[in-house]
């Protein structure tokens, strides 16, 4: 078992920053990759963008692209999401999962919310125009 509880949601103004942080306890957490989704009111889940077990190799949607920064520290158990210049649309509860690493190689993989086996309970997120 993985337990991941995410942290670091808040209100903010559009153009401001955030930085959620996923931290886990439980089995052994450099043996997995780690996602980051979220969901807006009456909106599918969204894949936003995935780290691998050794922080090596990142992954990230179009629409944070460039925005969105994706780390990890391994001796914390923690992975970060740093997202600038948020915009309203935003606005969202944002999740992060843990897919086994032997499972995903590629985007392709990552962003497919079927192969994560453990997500956290959400941090919202809101951003104010």
């Known amino acids: 078992q993985v337990q991941l509880v995410e942290s670091g949601g808040g209100l903010v103004q559009a153009g401001g920053s955030l930085r959620l942080s996923c931290t886990a306890s439980g089995r052994t957490f450099n043996s997995y990759g780690i996602g980051w989704f979220r969901q807006a009111p009456g909106k599918e889940r969204e894949f936003l963008g995935a780290i691998n077990w050794s922080g090596e190799n990142t992954y990230y949607a179009d629409s944070v692209k460039g925005r969105f920064t994706i780390s990890r520290d391994n001796a914390k158990n923690t992975v970060y999401a740093q997202m600038n210049s948020l915009k309203p649309e935003d606005t969202a509860v944002y999740y992060c999962?843990?897919?086994?690493?032997?499972?995903?190689?590629?985007?392709?993989?990552?962003?497919?919310?079927?192969?994560?086996?453990?997500w956290g309970q959400g941090t919202q997120v809101t951003v104010s125009s």
């Open positions: 999962a843990a897919v086994p690493d032997y499972y995903c190689s590629d985007y392709g993989c990552y962003d497919r919310d079927s192969w994560y086996d453990y």
